[in-house]
């Protein structure tokens, strides 16, 4: 899988995602501007050691990400008021999962544009403004992976633990 976070503002939230993705052997992409330099401490402690195990690609802009896209390339955008829920999506090993700016989300024009493939996670209290953007890339790309039967997973991790 491919996630992609477009113009992050948080260090500690990339260096989790970092984090996810060097585990489940995602695809990182990162496309600036970013809120923070490379070399932050917080995105580093975040992300732990884990940073030489993440797959990950540096992006100037938009233009240039979408450029290098491979034809056919389907792209999931993640965003509130997205007219399908996460959980009904249809992904695919390929797909490129995109999530915005903790402040400001994606672009109009980019949902606009991909408004067929525009996910919402369901939120339930109208008071709360939003979930924490590592949080919603562990649901959608655990979603993504449970589809794919979790292939790739490390043999000994699928025993349940023991009744405490």
Excluded at 47 to 61: A, L, Q, S, T
Excluded at 87 to 107: K, N, Q, V, W
Excluded at 125 to 153: D, H, I, K, M, T
């Amino acid at each position: 899988m491919n996630v992609v976070l477009l113009e992050p503002e948080i260090p500690p939230n990339t260096g989790n995602v970092a984090r996810l993705c060097a585990a489940t052997r995602s695809v990182l992409h990162l496309i600036e501007p970013f809120g923070f330099k490379l070399d932050d401490a917080a995105l580093k402690r975040a992300g732990m050691d884990y940073w030489r195990h993440v797959d990950w690609k540096r992006w100037p802009d938009w233009q240039t990400f979408r450029a290098q896209l491979p034809t056919g390339a389907r792209l999931w955008m993640v965003e509130s008021d997205g007219p399908k829920c996460y959980s009904t999506a249809d992904f695919r090993p390929d797909d490129y999962i995109i999530f915005g700016r903790e402040t400001a989300g994606l672009p109009k024009v980019l949902l606009e544009e991909n408004r067929d493939r525009w996910l919402r996670i369901p939120m339930f209290n109208p008071s709360a403004r939003s979930l924490n953007l590592s949080n919603c890339v562990a649901l959608v790309l655990f979603e993504a992976l449970r589809q794919q039967g979790f292939a790739g997973e490390l043999p000994g991790f699928t025993e349940p633990l023991p009744p405490a």
